[in-house]
């Protein structure tokens, strides 16, 4: 089957519990990408199930061929005080790597642009390795840009299962 072809036999839908498994296998990916995560497959698991199951707090949003997901992007749903309402934390954008170069990067983020206006969520903010500047110029490219904010974390719990 041609790119083109199967560009046109792609579909971005919402993911389902029936998803679970082919997107912890695409998280492990990036996490294995990523210097500040370790790929978990436990922690993915559950992490990716509780936003599925909770759809008022978050999305996961796909891009899907008739037998597997070939893309996927996570949205998590928070208040901002400084923008005066709702907001999106975009997380985990990640194509397989044998999908990648043709722009379905691109469909995800423009798909999540208009699902955010549609709803009417006034900012999406993520974070970028800062080592990777293949994925800083992605997301500068599409309307993104670095912010003076520096993110700061404090690890609570290991687990990260609720246990």
Same mark, same amino acid.
């Given at each position: &089957?041609?790119?083109?072809?199967?560009?046109? @036999? !792609?579909?971005? /839908?919402?993911?389902?519990?029936?998803?679970?498994?082919?997107?912890? +296998? !695409?998280? &492990? +990916?990036?996490?294995?990408?990523?210097? /500040?995560? *370790?790929?978990?497959?436990?922690? *993915?698991?559950?992490?990716?199930?509780?936003?599925?199951?909770?759809? %008022?707090?978050?999305?996961?949003?796909?891009?899907?061929?008739?037998?597997?997901?070939?893309?996927?992007? %996570?949205?998590?749903? #928070?208040?901002?005080? =400084?923008?005066?309402?709702?907001?999106?934390?975009?997380?985990?954008?990640?194509?397989?790597? /044998?999908?990648?170069?043709?722009?379905?990067?691109?469909?995800?983020? @423009?798909?999540?642009?208009?699902?955010?206006?549609?709803?009417?969520?006034?900012?999406? #903010?993520?974070? #970028? /390795?800062?080592?990777? *500047?293949?994925?800083?110029?992605?997301? =500068?490219?599409?309307?993104?840009?670095?912010? @003076?904010?520096?993110?700061?974390? *404090?690890?609570?719990?290991?687990?990260?299962?609720?246990?």
């Amino acid at each position: &089957m041609s790119s083109e072809n199967e560009a046109q @036999n !792609l579909r971005i /839908d919402p993911a389902t519990l029936e998803d679970l498994d082919d997107l912890v +296998e !695409l998280v &492990m +990916e990036l996490f294995r990408l990523e210097e /500040d995560f *370790q790929p978990d497959q436990r922690k *993915q698991t559950h992490g990716l199930k509780l936003i599925l199951e909770q759809p %008022n707090r978050g999305r996961i949003f796909v891009i899907r061929s008739e037998h597997k997901i070939v893309a996927m992007v %996570n949205l998590l749903f #928070t208040i901002s005080t =400084a923008e005066g309402g709702m907001v999106i934390l975009l997380e985990d954008c990640i194509v397989h790597p /044998d999908h990648r170069r043709h722009g379905h990067g691109s469909r995800l983020i @423009n798909h999540v642009s208009e699902f955010a206006k549609r709803r009417g969520f006034l900012r999406i #903010t993520l974070l #970028t /390795d800062r080592v990777v *500047q293949e994925s800083r110029k992605f997301f =500068a490219k599409h309307g993104f840009f670095e912010s @003076n904010m520096v993110p700061m974390r *404090q690890v609570i719990a290991k687990g990260g299962d609720g246990s």
